[in-house]
């Protein structure tokens, strides 16, 4: 725990009312803004125009940072993102690429405000740099923020962004993500808000204390000048925008597409069962040698059309698996935004009205200075995330009319392994792992999920290139492949991830290496109405590998038996040395499934198995699914095995008696499982009353708890790896047809949700 700084609480930003910041600015900075009447006066064709006119302004601000930077993380990955702002800093557009990164421009604005109008000022042709997550524009200290206040005709008219991970800013470890951290210190310290363009020039004083930092300074250099000109190119437009439509025109668009945002999310809330869910999900290793788990706890409470994202219970601060207020509120932006508010505009502005955060201050989620926040974007934020996900879609599951919404959790999170050295040219670098991004995603109620899809964080994110990878730093693929069996099962199928095996090449020296990642000995990919986990994170460095000896002899290693040497598993948080002999294996995490295994149509498993997305193992030991030999189902057989396997079920899970059988099990739908007759839940498959309307039923129906590789042939190491607290894969049962109600991947004290939904019309909804 650390000892809290005074002073540094200043550098809190919160969101605030548009009307005090309008209040509290100094006389002297003319904010533009307009009145109810010029927005409600609007014409729907020009409200239209303008509206796909200030999408193209920040659709063009990504361009212009993709052609200028020079980072694989950039151009390759997409992980960048941007936004436009109103006067006071609300979000009216963000941009597709990391909403992770874009969720709190507005805070930094906000800030701005209040603690630099008057002091050095806010003037037109000025643009400031921020890498402080306290104060916001990113998560963490690599995530560097350039934004710019746009004047008008002498009116401060509004705020662009940009902001991009840079992939070394400093501090005691390569990538400054340093497993060590005790606290910020540790770390790249965070620089708020400064101005770095002044009267339309680059300060080359605070350019140079900015880069002046890092490892890799002409490419921190060149991402600062690509920010700068993704604003020019903002204003730009904007200005051409303005002087053809007026500025009373586009402000007033700005504010409808911000209200419309807000209506539209309010009437979709409406439209679903007031109530709450719960989700609790955790981050392993608070730092190198540490062998805890650290619980982050949701409730989340829908009343009428707002939500309410209550956190209390989260362990507190720890290590450096911490992130500020920023980074919850950006967890829950990333879920929120592809699950409900994906027919919506983005309009962050608008969309964060309709919900509250309650999260203590000093716990991992809402970290106080100095607290070590290097993790933040992929660890607590991230994990945030999954759980909002996983109750969003609890709640979209109680409605047949939503369902089609409804996803198990996608990815888990980022495998984050650095790499750092002295490339091909003999000079420094520093590179991320970048091709964990192809994470799966998680199944829906009808589909299954995309095989490495991505992540739901980055809509617009994607694996780089692997010419481009081994272009820009000292390294040989060896491949990069979809990964069998990693995909979470059930009746739809979670998106399979992959995997990458690489060889130093053509350096002069060892590599340094950071891996850090959570989601090894528990899932953070949960699965849904039954369906179990994906697979979880699995990387190693293959110690005195053959890989080399194979390529001179003109084979290509294919798997790790044939790659060879001692594997050395990387533990949660590891920084480490990396020789020129050994290999680098990083798997990274899958989709969760929907719905019982046992219930997959067996011939969507033939198919699965015939494109190697699941084994043939796989197929008869978690989907009962038996195939002859040219890979057809044979029904019998498999009618067969599904009962043995369900006997088994019932034999570990002590229930007795016969099967109750129903034809047709009236009431409303809860998930695939579930259904409501009067104050009875029921079993949608057998009708065996499983516990009453309002109370917490699950936690009194039979279960079953073994090791972890009961979840099936994923990559499932064992537990005691990585943590000392028991791990177990637990299932909930039917107690009439055996049908799994809940699949996790948990520690053996994990509680079992107790979600309550309320009547609501003719639908009453209770989990």
Not at 111 to 127: C, H, K, S, V
Not at 432 to 443: K, R, S
Not at 596 to 618: F, I, M, Q, T, Y
Request: hydrophobic share 40%; charged share 20%; proline share 6%.
């Amino acid at each position: 725990m650390t000892h809290p700084v005074p002073g540094s609480e200043i550098f809190n930003s919160r969101p605030v009312d548009p009307d005090v910041l309008r209040a509290g600015v100094p006389a002297s900075l003319r904010l533009h803004t307009v009145g109810q009447d010029a927005v409600d006066n609007l014409d729907p064709l020009t409200y239209e125009v303008v509206r796909h006119r200030l999408w193209s302004v920040t659709d063009e601000m990504g361009e212009t940072l993709k052609r200028m930077s020079g980072s694989v993380v950039v151009t390759e990955a997409n992980d960048f993102d941007f936004a436009l702002c109103d006067e006071v800093g609300q979000e009216v557009q963000i941009g597709l690429y990391n909403t992770f990164l874009s969720a709190s421009l507005d805070l930094a604005v906000y800030w701005t405000l209040q603690n630099r109008a008057e002091n050095p000022g806010i003037d037109e042709g000025d643009m400031f740099l921020c890498n402080d997550p306290w104060v916001g524009g990113g998560l963490h200290q690599n995530d560097a923020t350039v934004y710019a206040p746009f004047f008008f005709e002498g009116q401060l008219f509004g705020w662009s962004s940009a902001v991009a991970h840079q992939l070394d800013v400093g501090g005691v470890a390569p990538g400054s993500w340093t497993p060590r951290a005790q606290d910020v210190f540790w770390e790249s310290l965070p620089t708020p808000p400064i101005k770095v363009v002044r009267n339309n020039v680059l300060q080359r004083d605070v350019a140079e204390m900015w880069t002046r930092r890092s490892r890799t300074p002409m490419l921190l250099s060149l991402d600062l000048r690509a920010k700068v000109g993704a604003n020019i190119t903002a204003q730009t437009r904007l200005r051409r925008l303005l002087e053809t439509y007026g500025p009373d025109t586009v402000k007033a668009v700005m504010k409808r597409i911000m209200d419309d945002a807000e209506q539209r999310l309010r009437a979709k809330l409406r439209e679903l069962p007031d109530g709450t869910w719960h989700a609790q999900g955790y981050q392993e290793h608070s730092g190198q040698g540490d062998r805890g788990i650290y619980k982050i706890v949701l409730a989340m409470t829908k009343t009428g059309d707002t939500l309410t994202f209550d956190f209390r219970g989260t362990a507190e601060q720890t290590g450096m698996i911490n992130c500020p207020y920023s980074g919850v509120r950006a967890g829950i932006m990333s879920a929120l935004l592809p699950v409900l508010a994906g027919d919506i505009p983005w309009a962050g502005g608008g969309l964060m009205r309709c919900f509250d955060i309650i999260a203590d201050e000093g716990t991992m989620i809402n970290a106080s200075f100095p607290a070590a926040v290097g993790k933040g974007p992929v660890g607590p934020a991230w994990a945030a995330g999954n759980l909002v996900n996983e109750c969003l879609a609890k709640m979209l599951d109680a409605r047949p009319v939503s369902r089609k919404s409804v996803q198990s959790v996608c990815g888990g999170t980022f495998d984050m392994v650095a790499l750092a050295g002295v490339d091909q040219r003999q000079y420094p670098f520093v590179s991320l792992v970048m091709d964990t991004m192809a994470g799966g995603y998680g199944a829906g109620v009808d589909r299954d999920g995309v095989d490495t899809g991505g992540m739901f964080v980055i809509p617009m994110g994607r694996a780089p290139d692997a010419e481009m990878t081994e272009f820009t730093s000292p390294v040989l693929l060896l491949w990069r492949r979809e990964e069998t069996d990693s995909g979470g099962p059930g009746a739809q199928r979670g998106g399979v991830s992959g995997s990458v095996c690489i060889v130093p090449h053509d350096t002069p020296a060892p590599l340094g290496g950071v891996f850090s990642g959570s989601g090894k000995a528990t899932t953070m990919n949960a699965g849904l109405a039954g369906g179990y986990p994906g697979n979880t994170q699995l990387d190693m460095i293959l110690r005195g590998a053959d890989a080399w000896d194979l390529l001179a002899a003109g084979r290509v290693p294919r798997n790790l038996e044939e790659v060879g040497g001692t594997r050395d598993i990387m533990g949660g948080e590891v920084e480490t040395g990396i020789g020129l002999g050994d290999a680098i294996f990083v798997h990274w995490q899958s989709g969760g499934g929907y719905g019982d295994p046992l219930r997959r149509d067996p011939a969507a498993v033939a198919e699965d198995v015939r494109e190697a997305k699941v084994s043939a193992e796989a197929a008869a030991s978690v989907y009962g699914v038996v195939l002859n030999a040219d890979g057809a189902v044979d029904a019998a057989a498999t009618d067969a095995r599904r009962d043995a396997l369900r006997a088994d079920r019932r034999s570990a899970a002590g229930i007795t008696g016969s099967t109750e059988r129903a034809t047709t099990v009236e009431g409303q739908e809860l998930d695939a499982n579930q259904t409501l007759d009067g104050a009875t839940v029921r079993c949608r498959h057998c009708g065996t009353g499983l516990g009453t309307f309002g109370e917490a039923y699950l936690a009194e129906l039979p279960r079953v708890e073994t090791a972890p590789s009961g979840a099936g042939p994923h990559v499932w190491a064992d537990p005691t790896t990585y943590v000392d607290e028991p791990v177990v894969f637990r299932q909930v049962l039917c107690p009439g047809c055996a049908t799994a109600l809940l699949s996790q991947v948990v520690p053996a004290d994990h509680p079992l949700p107790a979600d309550t939904f309320t009547q609501m019309g003719q639908h009453a909804h209770q989990h």
